[in-house]
């Protein structure tokens, strides 16, 4: 266990919650008082600090700025009725986040040292968790490299964050999603599993190409023939076909959403077939065509249950069924509000209270 007794809490000399709106909250725009700060130097992690969120100063020779040894989280805090704070399944974010650290050839933060220290960050800025429905503290665990050096090689000392944002909805409405064919996100052998910094930045181009022909995301495909659907880089992509619930597989290339976890439990409790397999462009489009397409959606923190209304490929727009008619999404998504805000039992174990 590492000792985090002597943790060192700074707080803010003035909280800045009254200038923030929290009837007009826009995602990852406002932050929090605080953020937990521990640094890895000499094979371990040390000098744990709760400090005002602010800005840091860095050398330009910080490693991570030139080779991309950067990783993060996204994870969510909601009240309950009592006004209790409950974080929705954060260990599986600290397992992930050592799965990305060990792939980045970056030190594994202790289970004690990522929970301790988000539990009293959140004790701190409790205040700054919407206490409304479809409103949550995102939060945000994030570690990269700090060695000053310009030679590519691991970094031998690290820094571990973690800072909070209160947020609304991250999609506001349903989405016309744009079949990546030219691009890619991701190949075998590589780190699409990864929350690592460089697969979100290699997807921006190809998103904004394709926001600036009125679509919202890109459907990735896989990188040797773009037959297949992998994920939107936001969210993992899930289909309820002829009663069925379909997923690509998680893998190499495809992260192992937490969301996505929940939404397959929650299927298979109520007694759901679920099928966790490729899936092709051409199954989803023919299924479109003779109707046996009943839902598609996208699933992830930031974006819960996002509805797909329209998928484009090779110069057709496919109208997906009314959004209405979708019986599947909206149940899966209420039973895991149910849940995070502690309106329904959690047999599951996924909430954690603070």
């Not at 929970?115 to 960050?121: D, F, I, N």
């Not at 996100?185 to 697969?199: H, I, T």
Request: aromatic share 12%; with cysteine; charged share 20%.
């Amino acid at each position: 266990m590492t000792d985090l007794l002597n943790m060192e809490v700074k707080p803010t000399a003035a909280s800045r919650i009254q200038s923030v709106d929290f009837d007009n909250l826009q995602f990852g725009r406002s932050f929090s008082d605080h953020m937990f700060v521990a640094d890895y130097a000499d094979g371990q992690w040390q000098n744990f600090q709760i400090v005002p969120y602010g800005d840091m100063a860095f050398s330009p020779a910080l490693m991570t700025l030139h080779y991309g040894q950067a990783i993060f989280e996204g994870m969510k805090a909601y009240k309950n009725a009592a006004n209790e704070v409950l974080i929705f399944r954060p260990l599986d974010n600290c397992h992930r986040l050592n799965k990305s650290a060990e792939r980045m050839c970056m030190p594994t933060v202790p289970e004690d040292v990522f929970m301790g220290g988000l539990s009293e960050l959140l004790r701190l800025d409790s205040k700054w968790i919407p206490n409304k429905p479809g409103y949550s503290l995102y939060i945000r665990p994030f570690m990269f490299a700090t060695d000053q050096y310009i030679g590519v090689t691991p970094s031998k000392t690290y820094k571990f964050i973690i800072f909070t944002c209160p947020v609304g909805a991250y999609y506001s409405k349903p989405l016309n999603v744009w079949v990546e064919t030219k691009y890619i996100r991701s190949a075998e052998g590589g780190v699409g599993f990864s929350k690592n910094a460089g697969n979100y930045g290699s997807s921006l181009y190809p998103t904004q190409l394709a926001n600036q022909k009125g679509y919202d995301q890109l459907i990735w495909t896989d990188a040797k023939d773009h037959e297949y659907i992998e994920e939107a880089g936001t969210m993992n992509f899930m289909f309820i076909i002829n009663g069925k619930l379909v997923t690509p597989a998680a893998g190499d290339t495809i992260l192992k959403g937490i969301t996505r976890d929940s939404v397959i439990q929650l299927a298979k409790d109520w007694g759901m077939p679920v099928e966790e397999r490729k899936v092709s462009v051409k199954e989803v489009l023919a299924a479109v065509k003779d109707g046996s397409l009943q839902e598609a959606f996208g699933a992830g923190t930031a974006a819960t249950i996002a509805h797909i209304a329209l998928i484009h490929h090779d110069g057709v727009d496919y109208q997906l069924p009314a959004i209405e008619t979708r019986e599947f999404s909206h149940k899966v998504l209420k039973s895991m509000d149910d849940i995070k805000y502690g309106r329904t039992a959690d047999t599951h174990g996924w909430t954690y209270k603070v």
